[in-house]
């Protein structure tokens, strides 16, 4: 009896041991994670990130490029660590549905040569702008957005010194004037096709993960109804054509990847695969001046290649351009990068992307932080790091 009591009470000492390690272990990773944030030492970049659309309290569209600043332990001239509702220029939302526009436009021409001299990068990361939606969807008023004539000037300042630029997706698109595009093509040798892209999981309408627009531009270019259902990508142009392409039917991989050369790899960590399953737009560059680290690659079937072909759509085009000389540092990224889900709560773990990318797999279904821990964090890290050598 005694010797049966005995037994069974160890096996229940090892069960609540194995319970308290299983419990106790991951806590015990995620502190040491914390401790070495801590530890870790800090930097100062000075840094103006350009947001033109997203002045919600939460600023969800800011989180990717904060969480790699507070997690680099990256702090603003004054010793404090940036915050992502407030150190940033553009869009503020203030009581009784008004709003307040910190712009360069604001600034004089002295004040414009000073701040570009004070600054370390210049993100111009959203442009889309604001719209007063009581006009109704045919009259939508531009309340603010879009490239301005302030942005170029300090983009001219930062280029000048030798500083760091970094753009992204959309800040060609409407509303910026055809002008200020032109301009910043010229400056930045690169230049938009018209056409941006993106997949989704579904093209069933009854999924609801499609605009309404697509199936209104779709009929008005085909005369007929919407007629696919399985997952792929839809183009679509800014003098309104738009391109369906189906897995199986145009398609023999639905996600676009990303594939990246010798210098992204090698110089800025990046994957040499990664799928990307967000919004996208088709550039060229001017390859005297520029290169591409990364490009796109649709799979396609021999369907989908003529369709393409007739529109004068490539199946590969840049992911990221980069200036190829050492005069100033430049970098387009040709899809909407910074904008994907990462929690802030994990910002002051060191080396979570290890943990999170454990937890998600680095192949088979695409993880919704997958892109930014493999992808963006890497190349987000080294250009804040080359921003300050």
């Known amino acids: 009896m005694a010797l049966s009591f005995f037994k069974g009470m160890r096996r229940r000492v090892i069960f609540l041991i194995v319970v308290a390690a299983v419990v106790l272990f991951p806590v015990a990773i995620?502190?040491?994670?914390?401790?070495?944030?801590?530890?870790?030492?800090?930097?100062?970049?000075?840094?103006?990130?350009?947001?033109?659309?997203?002045?919600?309290?939460?600023?969800?569209?800011?989180?990717?490029?904060?969480?790699?600043?507070?997690?680099?332990?990256?702090?603003?001239?004054?010793?404090?660590?940036?915050?992502?509702?407030?150190?940033?220029?553009?869009?503020?939302?203030e009581a009784n549905n008004k709003y307040r526009f910190a712009d360069f436009d604001a600034l004089s021409v002295a004040q414009q040569d000073s701040l570009a001299e004070q600054l370390d990068m210049l993100m111009l990361a959203d442009t889309y702008g604001i719209y007063d939606l009581n006009a109704g969807p045919e009259m939508q008023r531009l309340i603010y957005g879009g490239l301005s004539e302030g942005d170029m000037a300090l983009f001219r300042q930062m280029k000048r010194q030798g500083k760091t630029i970094v753009a992204e997706f959309n800040i060609l698109q409407a509303p910026t004037p055809r002008n200020i595009r032109y301009q910043f093509q010229q400056e930045a040798g690169i230049e938009w096709s018209g056409w941006t892209g993106k997949y989704f999981d579904s093209l069933d309408p009854e999924k609801g993960q499609l605009p309404g627009w697509v199936f209104e531009a779709y009929q008005r270019n085909n005369q007929k109804q919407w007629e696919y259902k399985d997952a792929g990508i839809i183009l679509v142009h800014?003098?309104?054509?738009?391109?369906?392409?189906?897995?199986?039917?145009?398609?023999?991989?639905?996600?676009?990847?990303?594939?990246?050369?010798?210098?992204?790899?090698?110089?800025?960590g990046l994957p040499r695969v990664q799928e990307f399953p967000y919004w996208f737009d088709i550039m060229t560059f001017d390859n005297s001046i520029n290169h591409a680290v990364s490009a796109y690659q649709l799979e396609l079937t021999e369907k989908g290649r003529t369709k393409l072909n007739g529109l004068g759509i490539p199946d590969r085009f840049p992911a990221v351009i980069m200036h190829g000389a050492e005069d100033y540092a430049f970098y387009y990224f040709c899809g909407d990068f910074s904008s994907k889900p990462v929690s802030m709560s994990t910002k002051k773990f060191k080396g979570i992307e290890c943990f999170s990318s454990l937890l998600k797999g680095r192949q088979g279904q695409f993880g919704e932080d997958q892109f930014f821990y493999r992808f963006y964090l890497p190349l987000m890290s080294q250009l804040l790091k080359e921003s300050v050598q």
Do not use: C
């Open 30 to 93: 995620l502190l040491g994670m914390k401790m070495v944030w801590k530890m870790n030492s800090e930097r100062t970049v000075n840094v103006a990130y350009v947001d033109k659309t997203d002045a919600s309290e939460e600023r969800l569209a800011h989180n990717a490029f904060f969480w790699v600043l507070n997690n680099q332990r990256i702090k603003k001239p004054n010793g404090e660590f940036y915050q992502k509702g407030m150190d940033y220029w553009g869009l503020f939302a």
């Open 238 to 268: 800014e003098d309104g054509q738009l391109l369906v392409l189906e897995d199986n039917e145009e398609l023999l991989e639905p996600i676009p990847q990303i594939k990246t050369f010798g210098y992204g790899m090698e110089q800025l």
